[in-house]
């Protein structure tokens, strides 16, 4: 005779000379292992006098992926972070490349003398090759930012830090009018992003520097507090985990 009777939610069916214990319900198992990941804190801190930082973008890409080159024309996504400060079309078009690992956006800008720190992580098995570039604007500028791009950070130890200094670029998508209504930031207030290109040289290069109404330059709305000298950020690459 088979009986059958409930305890903690399972069924006991006793069979003479047998017992059988089935569990309702559940699977013992558990999927597919997880990777183990790699921690990254990425401490981004502004140098200058006057010039608050957009939103940081980080990036964790193999090598093959650059940020900007020198020499050649930004890309839609660096123009938008370059003119605007909005990093959100760098880092969308940074996760559609198959050679980046992981991004992240800083929370806020970064007033001069600030820092933020942003935490990425990657799977250990990207370890080997692994970079990092970061990215932000000079946003009292019509189109400068400050970037590293491409450090090694894949042979860091856990616990061991790398600092960079990064000086200004300007990403040669728009002329430097140091006009207020074409300036983003809190010295000008006006527009950020505009998709035409009236740079002439429409090319990456090192920033020339802000000139300002203070040195001579009549039309700008620029004094020299935004004036800056490079290196304009420090960044520090630590591996946590």
Do not use: K
């Not at 090598?63 to 969308?92: I, K």
């Not at 604007?137 to 894949?154: C, I, K, P, R, Y």
Request: aromatic share 4%; glycine share 12%.
């Amino acid at each position: 005779m088979i009986s059958l009777s409930s305890f903690d939610g399972r069924a006991l069916f006793l069979i003479p000379g047998l017992l059988l214990l089935q569990a309702c319900g559940g699977s013992n198992s558990s999927g597919p292992p997880q990777p183990v990941m790699a921690s990254f804190d990425v401490t981004v801190a502004n140098l200058t006098n006057a010039q608050p930082l957009s939103p940081v973008a980080v990036i964790a890409h193999q090598d093959g992926y650059r940020l900007f080159s020198v020499g050649s024309a930004a890309s839609l996504g660096l123009e938008e972070l370059a003119e605007g400060g909005d990093n959100t079309a760098l880092l969308a078009e940074a996760g559609a490349e198959p050679l980046v690992v992981a991004t992240a956006t800083g929370a806020a800008p970064i007033g001069p003398a600030g820092s933020e720190a942003v935490s990425l992580e990657v799977p250990e098995t990207e370890l080997p090759g692994l970079r990092m570039s970061v990215g932000s604007m000079l946003v009292n500028t019509n189109d400068g930012f400050s970037a590293v791009n491409a450090a090694e950070v894949g042979d860091l130890a856990v616990g061991e830090v790398i600092s960079i200094y990064a000086i200004a670029y300007d990403a040669g998508t728009e002329a430097d009018t140091e006009l207020a209504a074409e300036i983003p930031g809190p010295a000008g207030g006006g527009e950020g992003f505009n998709p035409a290109r009236d740079d002439l040289a429409d090319r990456v290069a090192m920033h020339a520097g802000v000139v300002s109404q203070d040195d001579g330059f009549a039309t700008s709305d620029l004094t020299g507090q935004t004036r800056f000298d490079n290196p304009v950020v420090r960044v520090l690459i630590e591996r946590v985990n």
